[in-house]
DNA sequence: CTGAAAGCGCTTACAG
DNA sequence: CTGAAAGCGCTTACAG
């Protein structure tokens, strides 16, 4: 009455031997596609508790061809991802919007060059069916080898150069230019923009929100890149715009940090916010909140990015070819304190 | 001069018919653990970026048995785990401990029944060769199935009830023995502890440091179990506390949160922290921080945890045994304003 | 140094 | 309804 099992784990055959059927049969039972008689099914079912089997999901992925799991590549510095709540409500709506289709989604960081090697292999290795990619910087050679996988890839919030892997991203644009329209018609007349590096596109895009809300009255004379996304570098922009233009009455910054860097230098130089100028920034991160006074900025629905990101992926792997395909999600002027009482609220 | 190729993705198949060799020669040099000619070692090169060849991960797990993976799997509202920065240190550690081993780890979040499920099949199914199971509450279903699995794992912060599933946690007992020391050398001697709910383990160890530093001068009257880990049963049990022992002139939390609400209580009764009373928690929290005055608490080295978390999995994919190990590493106390001026500061 | 062959643990037409 | 057989894409003794 001793049925011989093997020595690993149990497998399909040990179930088979145990219910006295074909281990076809018990296949079949186990995917439910096919008539298997009450009897064999009892048999089989018993016997999987019996030697306690769990079918190998190597095994099953070789042969079906899938995994039903879905990375989401960070690339970025760990700690920065944890801390940026953008970033981890992403993650969290990706998570739910994969789950809910029983898929798998599995949360790699890259920290290393070693790692960056290993996940690009393990994605381009058939590890996973799909890829969500969160990558800040444009021309990332890791970020470059996983979208150059056969793998369906979706990058947020930047479209990689020279590739036609789709992307999700906030409506950098119309945050800014709505944003822009509301402090004009707040009474703000001399607007300034206090840009982000020239050439990224996350930068190009606010700039151009900012011009197409102005219109006519778009001057570049207001305009300034800052060389980085950094508090320094947003400090020095600052400096530039208040030396061509003293008599501007509102800054639109790229992002909170830059924004920020703005209210050093206009605190440094006497000047108040807002009753002097108005500050705004992008992101509504910490930095909005932390900010004296508190920052004028555009919300984006993080979680729901993280859930188009899914989605995008999952159309992919059901063989929808998206290629160059991009997606913008709307997003919201939070206004705060760095920009007075706001003309029109209600 | 045309050589057919599949239509997937390439085999090794493909690439043994674009060199010219058997598959297994292949097989060889992508391994380099056999000796392969110079000449197929360059016609294989070649033919690899010919066909843009990349192993597949699943039939080489099938035959290897094994992922080089690691899951770390998180049992807590991806929320809380975000922004608990204790426990985004422990992955970051952990990730960087496994990455250096060439393992890549998983991170993975449980966020309903249906994903409990689908981990654990994952898991018992050998998608990786170890886990990491963070799980705060005792007696979680989902916790159990995982670590019931063949898989080696090790659980972070608490040992499982009737398990010898490995676990690795802070010092609870020896953290608050010394922050006790301490403020019985400070001056304090009427010292009462407001424990954490009263079966877990976590508030049994750190009770059983409270009475190991008092020695003969433990008195049970000063001590009071809150009935779980949160605000509101932290101001109960200091309720209770302060109607049994009013003389008391110090209380010693089970965590920062309890203490919180600790202070709330002493607030209300018109009690000073520190002067009348002084308060100290349990895992330098924001909680601890941002409390008026701010928590004397106990800080545990997240990250080293991590890594210690990560070498207990690979030590039993290792092949070790390690039933029942538990692995405790040294905390600190941290002095804060709660506890007013520490009579041995150098 | 290198092929042919068996096998890792499954799934799935194909005949019965 | 169910077995026998082939195949998923690799690795690895075993002979040469």
């Known amino acids: 009455m001793d049925n011989q099992l093997s020595v690993g784990r149990p497998t399909i055959l040990d179930v088979a031997r145990v219910a006295g059927v074909s281990h076809a049969t018990v296949s079949r039972y186990l995917n439910k596609r096919a008539y298997v008689s009450e009897q064999a ?14 079918p190998s999901r190597t095994a099953r992925s070789l042969v079906n061809r899938q995994t039903r799991a879905v990375a989401f590549v960070v690339r970025e510095s760990p700690t920065l991802f944890f801390t ?33 090697a290993r996940i690009t292999e393990l994605i381009g290795g058939g590890f996973v069916d799909g890829v969500i990619l969160v990558a800040m910087s444009l021309n990332d050679p890791a970020a470059q080898a996983i979208a150059n996988t056969p793998t369906p890839a979706v990058t947020a919030s930047v479209p990689l150069p020279d590739s036609l892997v789709p992307h999700v991203d906030t409506d950098n644009a119309g945050g800014i230019e709505t944003l822009t329209r509301l402090l004009h ?12 590096p020239e050439h990224e596109p996350a930068a190009i895009l606010r700039h151009a929100g900012y011009k197409k809300a102005l219109g006519p009255a ?6 300034d890149f800052a060389n980085q996304w950094e508090l320094e570098a947003g400090r020095a922009s600052m400096r530039r715009l208040l030396a061509a233009g003293p008599e501007i009455d509102a800054v639109i910054a790229s992002s909170d940090l830059l924004a920020t860097g703005a209210l050093d230098v206009l605190a440094e130089q006497g000047r108040r916010v807002p009753e002097d100028v108005s500050v705004s920034g992008f992101d509504d991160s910490d930095w909005a909140l932390r ?44 206004w705060r304190e760095s920009s007075g009482p706001r003309s029109d609220a209600s």
Not at 41 to 51: C, H, P
Not at 185 to 196: C, K, N, Q
């Open 84 to 116: 940026d709540p953008n970033l981890s409500k992403m993650a969290i709506g990706a998570n739910a919007a994969l789950s809910a289709q029983n898929y798998q989604m599995l949360f790699m960081i890259i920290d290393s060059e070693q790692s960056a």
């Open 185 to 196: 018609e707040s009474g703000f007349h001399t607007i300034a923009h206090l840009g982000g």
């Open 218 to 223: 778009y001057d570049p004379a207001l305009v």
């Open 291 to 334: 900010a004296h006074p508190p920052l004028t900025t555009v919300h984006q629905d993080s979680y729901r990015i993280g859930e188009e990101l899914a989605e995008v992926v999952l159309r992919q792997i059901d063989g929808e070819d998206l290629q160059g395909f991009g997606r913008i999600i709307p997003n919201e002027v939070v």
């Open 41 to 54: 099914a009892t048999a089989i079912d018993q016997a999987i508790r019996e030697v306690n089997y769990v």
